[in-house]
Structures are given as structure tokens and as C-alpha cells.
């Protein structure tokens, strides 16, 4: 499968996300909890430092799969008011092996990485209900647990709280959070377009923003309703 083709089936696995949180029982149970899950701080840091670059991503999203090679999404701020960076990164081959009962972290390789310009209001407000969106829908109290399978690894500034929001866990199927995974599919597909095809993207993306905030207040009147 090419780099371009593995974008697109991520983007594919989003869109899905989407469609079950339209079916999903008004009670939803989301596997996601703060910091790290036990057993992955070492391995997803590698993954993350690999990926980065060097760079410090206001937002990141890493996908830490069972058995196939790790990919991500970054937003990285623009110099003043000028435009962001948009990255999505591929492992050339994948970071975590086990050989011999050892495990191995191949962080010698070139990750494979497609960069594209994102207008800065747009990319403040996606850092803005991200940051909003995870800190309501999964609690301060709620650790992050151990999984088997795939992995997600949302980081997102929080100004207020003067660091970063670490959220792991499966992904979201349902409630507000399950919404990003539709951003991430646009985010990638982004990265793949024309700059005239980019430019319908970011109205997708400020669509499912507003639709976002819609279903954030929805969510917040029930609780205190």
C-alpha cells in the first residue's frame, strides 16, 4: 500500500468513526482516559519524538496500531498571524518489533511526511475545540487504561492550564469526541489535495467544527440540566 493510499484508509477509518456515533445509544462509554495507558509511555514517546522532528506540535494526534506501521497528524503554529503547518507522518516501516522475545524501537529510519500551509483562525480553533472537547468528555480522574489493539494518542495545548492535554485510548465511537475522528479523515485528505481542492476541505472542516460545538453544548446542557 503507497504512502497517499494508507492516508486515504485512515481517513476511510474516521469517516466510519462518524457513521457509528450516528447510530450509538444515547449512553456512551468512551475508552479514553488521561496521560499515558500503563506499558506505552516509552514506546509512543519515540513514535512522537520520531514524528515531531524536533518540532513541539500544538496539536497531535499519533495512531499506535497493533501490527501495522504508526501514523500521525500534527499542527505546528506559523510565525505571527501568518499560516500553520499541517503534517500528516508515516513510519517507513514500523517503529515497535519484537525479535526474540526483545522489543526493538527502529527510531533510525526517515518517517515519510507530507506537509501543507493551514490558515491560522482555522488551525486555532481546531486546537481550541479539541482542547474543549477533551477536557469535558473525559474527566481529570479518568486514567488512561491499558489496550491490546490500537492505540490513539491525542496531545493538545491547554493554555489555561499553562502544558499540554494528554488524552489515550481507543477510538471514540460515540459523543462529541467521536466527531474529531471525522477532523482527523479531513486533516489527512487535506494534506492530499490541490490547493483549490484544500480550500473545500477547510469548509468541511469548519462545518464539522460548528457541528462539534453544536453537539459540546448539547452534551453540557444534559449534564447540568
Known amino acids: 500500500m503507497t504512502f497517499r493510499a494508507l492516508g486515504?484508509?485512515?481517513?476511510?477509518?474516521?469517516?466510519?468513526?462518524t457513521t457509528s456515533a450516528a447510530h450509538a445509544d444515547e449512553a456512551c462509554a468512551l475508552d479514553l482516559g488521561r496521560g499515558w495507558p500503563p506499558a506505552t509511555e516509552n514506546y509512543g514517546t519515540a513514535v512522537e519524538q520520531l514524528f515531531f522532528g524536533g518540532d513541539k506540535p500544538v496539536l497531535s494526534l499519533t495512531r499506535?496500531?497493533?501490527?501495522?506501521?504508526?501514523?500521525?497528524?500534527q499542527l505546528f503554529a506559523g510565525e505571527g498571524e501568518g499560516d500553520?503547518?499541517?503534517r500528516y507522518t508515516q513510519a517507513d516501516e514500523r517503529i515497535e518489533v519484537w525479535s526474540g522475545g526483545k522489543r526493538e524501537l527502529r527510531i533510525g529510519q526517515q518517517p515519510e511526511v507530507i506537509e501543507v500551509p493551514m490558515p491560522a483562525a482555522l488551525a486555532r480553533r481546531v486546537v481550541a475545540d479539541w482542547q474543549r472537547a477533551l477536557s469535558t468528555q473525559v474527566p481529570a480522574d479518568r486514567t488512561a487504561q491499558f489496550h491490546e489493539g490500537e492505540v490513539l494518542l491525542f496531545v493538545v495545548d491547554d493554555a489555561a492550564a499553562g502544558g499540554s492535554l494528554r488524552v489515550s485510548g481507543l477510538q471514540p465511537g460515540c459523543g462529541p469526541t467521536a466527531e474529531l475522528m471525522e477532523q482527523v479523515g479531513l486533516?489527512?485528505?487535506?494534506?492530499?489535495d490541490s490547493d483549490e481542492k484544500r480550500y473545500k476541505r477547510w469548509r468541511e472542516l469548519e462545518e464539522s467544527l460548528d457541528e462539534l460545538?453544536?453537539?459540546?453544548?448539547?452534551t453540557l446542557a444534559g449534564a447540568t440540566g
Open 187 to 192: 486533516l489527512i485528505e487535506a494534506t492530499d
Open 84 to 86: 500553520w503547518r499541517l
Open 8 to 17: 486515504l484508509t485512515l481517513a476511510a477509518f474516521a469517516a466510519l468513526a
Open 64 to 73: 499506535l496500531p497493533a501490527r501495522s506501521a504508526e501514523s500521525g497528524v
Open 213 to 218: 460545538d453544536v453537539q459540546l453544548e448539547q
